[in-house]
């Protein structure tokens, strides 16, 4: 069942907002979802620090959702997502016969005026995933603590 939430962390010495699926890896079997999947697309409004900015909030969650939408019943799930450096990117695992390549071809020229760039690669560890999106101890306690907060169980 999945449990996203949200951390900030630096990643390549930037500051990083990272929203993931924390039971991904328990939900998804590896052995389907071998392929690493990303979608960027660079920010319209950005902050200094390379965030995303409130102005532009409600366009990347439409599009979040469209694209959402588009994957729906595919042998692909989204992971997880990394704001940082003017970037919003978009991780995902797939089956290796799944044609991304197209579909992300098809959303684009649908639904983007943004900037992109994507692609695929084998992960069968999923190593993006557990050394890039899932959080470290100081992740995990900023994820519990605001649990905590919020009477939810961490």
Request: with cysteine.
């Amino acid at each position: 069942m999945a449990d996203w939430d949200f951390y900030q962390a630096n990643v390549n010495e930037k500051i990083a907002s990272i929203y993931l699926d924390l039971d991904a890896q328990s939900d998804l079997d590896p052995g389907t979802y071998s392929m690493l999947c990303w979608l960027f697309i660079r920010l319209k409004v950005e902050r200094a620090d390379g965030l995303s900015h409130e102005d532009e909030f409600d366009v990347l969650c439409d599009y979040e959702d469209r694209l959402d939408e588009h994957l729906k019943n595919e042998k692909i799930e989204m992971v997880g997502r990394v704001t940082t450096d003017g970037m919003r990117q978009f991780y995902f695992y797939s089956a290796p016969n799944f044609a991304f390549e197209s579909s992300v071809k098809k959303f684009v020229s649908t639904y983007s005026s943004y900037q992109y760039q994507f692609g695929c690669i084998p992960d069968p560890d999923w190593s993006q995933y557990e050394n890039v999106l899932y959080p470290g101890e100081h992740g995990l306690d900023q994820i519990n603590e605001r649990r905590e907060n919020a009477g939810r169980k961490p």
